[in-house]
């Protein structure tokens, strides 16, 4: 297991930046201190296993809401389309195609 290392240096807020803050400071003269910083060894197998598992919930989460957006933003152009033109608005499900049929063929 990694022990605690009196020289690596926590935010006091957590590893969350403030609105105010730029990100990580350079200071004269030390390293660039990191809010998250890197692992210093590889973790054990149980870390990782936990660490994948909840990068596949995050994904998860994230797709199902992309495509859920995705279709409520299609669903709400479709009927904005409809409430504009009055019918169907994708020409190839249009219900008239028999009445342009006969009126193509009236006229010469």
């Not at 240096?9 to 105010?20: D, E, K, T």
């Not at 219900?95 to 049929?101: M, R, T, V």
Request: glycine fraction near 8%; charged fraction near 25%; proline fraction near 11%.
């Amino acid at each position: 297991m990694t022990e605690n290392n009196p020289k690596t240096h926590y935010p006091s807020s957590g590893g969350i930046p403030s609105p105010s803050d730029d990100g990580p400071k350079k200071l004269p003269g030390k390293q660039k201190m990191h809010f998250n910083p890197p692992e210093k060894e590889i973790p054990d197998a149980a870390t990782l296993r936990d660490q994948w598992r909840y990068a596949i919930r995050q994904y998860s989460k994230w797709y199902s809401h992309a495509w859920g957006t995705a279709i409520l933003a299609g669903t709400a152009f479709f009927a904005l389309g409809w409430f504009i033109k009055g019918e169907n608005p994708i020409p190839s499900f249009n219900s008239n195609k028999d009445k342009d049929k006969d009126n193509h063929n009236s006229h010469p």
